[in-house]
């Protein structure tokens, strides 16, 4: 099941990691659904994505997303106390999975719909991919303005095929 | 002689440098001034220098280095590092230091511990001044019991 | 959470999920870089406690990161929580060392960790200099991890040491100090 992108959020609200897959059919499944059994049987030839109308950046869609998650994650808490947390939500076109750490470093995952829950693979991604090749690289700042560090080769092997396990499954 | 009858206790230990030079020194006895001690120390590097070559295998142990006389004898122990311990019995028994190697042992142990502060100078330029160091040396002096006594 | 919970976590990770290293090694290692540090900087020993914190906090900014992922905790019930936690399990699994809490304030603000043993300071003979002695906490270090730590979840504290064996005291003690609660950064204001 495909995976459409992925961010980290730092504790001053900063992204300062996004990795995007499957541009193509993150868009046709958004307006599969829309469109409401429209017929789109397979993707154009042609190298032009279906561009939704209105489409953002990279770096404002994570902008977004922060808000997004950032209100619902502070709604729960004040719905059910400080402790409690969302684990995800899902529209007709995807499905929103979060992790947070103790730290306040924010993991956010886009897949599809059907994607089964991926709290514990984003769990996974922050001890086994962000602390040991981010956290524990001593040549690495500590903070990651602009990201700064983040994106190193050890960090995106390990996450290109943590993705490709998960896909597969 | 009535000294025979008396139980063999150290009267000195002392550690040279591997160039020889005098580190620490540490007199345990009323009967002979500490100059005595210094001397006699000295002439054991002369006898370590001479067994050295003979001593084949990488044992530390010198053993009975030599006896001044019926109540004094020295006992030596070399580290690979070229560090010399010599300790001074009175009234020694006739084992041929093998009563004095648990001390060497305990002494070379004290030793690493002093080296490992990371506030040592070893540089082998001056003496060892270590409070610690010091009553450590004098624990295991007072706790030396020579097995073959019996005690 | 109990403190028998605690304990047991502390246990289990330090058993499973810790690689081990020579203690001697990181004994003398941390031994040679305040020996160095009292050489650099001549002696000044508020300095070189200074600079020890320092250091500290910027291995604890990270170090917290790898403690909540060897262990999986979530946040703590509460200062007094987190003191259980920082003793049973974070020094457990760093320095396998278990120090006591104890001395708490009447407002649940502050405590003390009493330190019966530390490997930092094996062999440690502080210099003789008559001031190093009354001046120097040479375990500094371990003030400026807490403070780094903590205020990544949020607290930030002030730790000091108390007491020092090393300086001939009769115990080793640290002093913890729960300023305030950090507040959630909020996103800059939409444009």
Partial sequence: MPIYSFYIFDRHCECIYTKQWHEAERYQSAAAATARRASITSAPDGVSLPQAPGRLSVQDDAKLIFGVVFSLRNMVRKLSGPDDSFISFRTNGYKLHYYETPTNLRFVMLTDTKMSNLRAALHQIYVNLYVEFVVKNPLSPVEHPGGVGVGVEMFEYGLERFIKSIEAE | MASSLLPPRIACVAIIGKKNSPLFLSTFTKSRDTLFFHFLIHTTLDIFTLRLPSKTNGDSDFGLLYAVDEELACYGWLTNTGIKFVVAVENPTSSGGEDLKPVFRALQTAYIRLVCNPFFENDELGAIKSKRFQKEVGDIVEGWRPGSRGE | MSTTKHARIGE???????????????????????????????????????QLDKMGYNIGLRLIEDFLAKTNMGRCNGFRDTAESIAKIGFKIFLNITPTVTNWSADNKSFSLVFEENPLADFVELPDDGRAQNEL??????????????????????AHFASDVLRGNDSTEMRVELIRIIDDELPPGDE
């Fill in chain 3, 137 to 158: 906490w040479y375990s500094n270090i371990l003030c400026g991890v807490l403070r780094g730590a903590l205020e990544m979840v949020q607290m930030q504290v002030e």
């Fill in chain 3, 12 to 50: 289990e990770v330090w058993k499973s999920r810790v690689d081990k290293v020579n203690a001697e090694l990181v004994t003398l290692t941390y031994g040679s870089i305040v020996q160095q540090l009292c050489k650099d900087l001549e002696g000044d020993y508020t300095e070189v406690n200074k």
